[in-house]
């Protein structure tokens, strides 16, 4: 049976166990040598380029939250060099509320004023994932209304509001 077993990982670290897991420093392209030794002490080596992909950047912004009108969720995930690390090609939301997506500028309404936890996941065409979480403060809008005078054609009419505003505190 095999006696031996040598993982060189291409970056000058190296191990010696059967099954092995590593983290690359740095993205790039590494050649991972695993020799094999049984126990003839007959020697087999097999060497494999392994390219190490970025991470992406989660970001996003978002509009003000009121309830019931939708809040505008806008992706601004980037990943450097996407020529050699793949495109940004998924996104899953989460509104913090028990709902998600998978859109990636979604529009969503509240139901209900609070502080909410939204967490954006970024995936890279390579499957290499980003998460940022921010808090959203959803408020109550204020209740547009107004009077007017009675409006005769030709005449001037006066409308003045009586809007109710709405505590800027939840």
Same mark, same amino acid.
């Given at each position: ?17 059967q099954t092995v ?18 126990s003839n002490a ?10 190490? @992909? ?9 509009? !003000?939250?009121? *309830?019931?009108?939708?809040? #505008? %969720? +806008? ?50 065409? @390579? ?9 959203? !403060?959803?408020? *109550?809008?204020?209740?547009? #209304? %107004? +009077? ?23």
């Amino acid at each position: 049976g095999i006696q031996q077993w040598i993982w060189d990982y291409g970056d000058g670290t190296s191990d010696t166990a059967q099954t092995v897991n590593h983290i690359y420093g740095s993205p790039g392209l590494y050649n991972v040598s695993f020799t094999v030794t049984d126990s003839n002490a007959c020697r087999n080596a097999a060497v494999k380029p392994v390219r190490v @992909f970025e991470l992406p950047q989660a970001g996003f912004g978002f509009s !003000t939250g009121c *309830v019931g009108y939708g809040v #505008a %969720f +806008t992706d601004s995930s980037t990943i450097l060099n996407p020529a050699d690390n793949g495109n940004i090609n998924s996104w899953y939301w989460d509104f913090g509320d028990g709902n998600d997506t998978t859109v990636q500028n979604p529009v969503y309404s509240y139901g209900a004023v609070g502080v909410y936890n939204i967490s954006l996941i970024a995936y890279s065409a @390579f499957g290499c994932t980003d998460t940022i979480s921010r808090p959203i !403060t959803v408020y *109550v809008p204020p209740v547009a #209304a %107004f +009077t007017r005078d009675t409006v005769c054609f030709g005449l001037l009419t006066q409308f003045q509001d009586i809007s109710v505003p709405m505590p800027a505190d939840i």
